[in-house]
């Protein structure tokens, strides 16, 4: 691991090549935007189902956006492949590492995207083409879990290079940590902010637990056994109170209402069949 990385990729490659084959980012059943990173560009990268459509050099298969936005660092290897505009002869290279270095919470470019698709001409644009504001969101951010790490200023004080990357035993990488929980925090503090007023209160649900530890928080424990444990700590996350992040201590509190997970995605899924009906009532989508 220390003079490459800890897997050579040929089994994910393998994998979504047998389950996607050819399909392209384009013919996705619904539009989604992925986040990768470009090494060369030093720049994020958003594989946007809405812009294939319109722009073949942003169009590759998906098996290669699921290739490139997966390589994490350490892990697996960086992944590089061309797009191509047969019309005019324009190519572009992609070099490409996991999002989640600079986007490890990709609420904000989910909700980006939705408001830039809303625009008029868009193509992605499913019938409402004016954005009042976000009560017209609703937003479900689903974390992958949290190990809770604490570290000492004072011990921390005299550690370099080594001890800051250093996995310290208990599966915790200081640096790594700091890095990836701070940016997805904020993410969610800033969301909090935006959907905190009475009239999108309700739109906004982020679920994460922060109860990970040892083994079961491992990025890359695929055993059957952890499996099973992740499922049961998912499990007993929906029956378990909606959060919010407190703005002041950056603490999750229960919602005022008291509701669980479980309750407000019933609400989420009311509140869609609702919109559904109403848009085919209304002429905007066709009933299937």
């Known amino acids: 691991m220390i003079m490459g990385p800890r897997y050579s990729g040929v089994g994910l490659v393998d994998i979504v090549t047998r389950l996607l084959g050819d399909v392209r980012l384009k013919d996705t059943v619904t539009n989604v935007v992925i986040p990768?990173?470009?090494?060369?560009?030093?720049?994020?990268?958003?594989?946007?189902?809405?812009?294939?459509k319109r722009d073949s050099l942003g169009d590759p298969t998906l098996a290669q956006v699921c290739q490139g936005s997966s390589a994490a660092p350490t892990y697996l290897p960086a992944v590089k492949f061309t797009t191509s505009n047969d019309a005019t002869g324009e190519t572009r290279h992609f070099h490409l590492v996991d999002g989640g270095v600079v986007c490890n919470n990709p609420t904000t470019v989910a909700i980006t995207q939705a408001i830039k698709d809303l625009e008029p001409g868009n193509t992605a644009n499913s019938g409402r083409a004016i954005w009042t504001g976000f009560k017209d969101f609703l937003v479900l951010s689903l974390g992958t879990g949290e190990m809770p790490v604490s570290y000492d200023a004072m011990e921390a004080a005299h550690w370099g290079l080594i001890r800051w990357f250093r996995n310290r035993g208990?599966?915790?990488?200081?640096?790594?940590?700091?890095?990836?929980?701070?940016?997805?925090?904020?993410?969610?503090?800033?969301?909090?902010?935006?959907?905190?007023?009475?009239?999108?209160?309700?739109?906004?649900?982020?679920?994460?637990?922060?109860?990970?530890?040892?083994?079961?928080?491992?990025?890359?424990?695929?055993?059957?056994?952890?499996?099973?444990?992740?499922?049961?700590?998912?499990?007993g996350l929906l029956m378990k109170p909606a959060t919010t992040r407190n703005l002041e201590t950056g603490k999750l509190e229960p919602c005022s209402d008291l509701s669980t997970n479980a309750e407000r995605l019933l609400r989420f899924a009311l509140w869609l069949s609702y919109e559904r009906r109403s848009r085919i009532r209304d002429g905007m989508l066709h009933q299937v």
């Open 36 to 52: 990768a990173f470009d090494i060369c560009n030093q720049q994020p990268v958003f594989f946007s189902s809405a812009r294939a």
């Open 170 to 235: 208990d599966g915790s990488v200081p640096l790594i940590e700091i890095f990836s929980n701070g940016s997805g925090d904020m993410v969610d503090y800033n969301l909090g902010l935006v959907f905190g007023r009475d009239e999108s209160s309700q739109n906004y649900l982020r679920i994460q637990t922060d109860a990970l530890d040892g083994e079961i928080s491992s990025l890359d424990n695929a055993s059957e056994t952890n499996m099973q444990e992740l499922v049961a700590i998912a499990k």
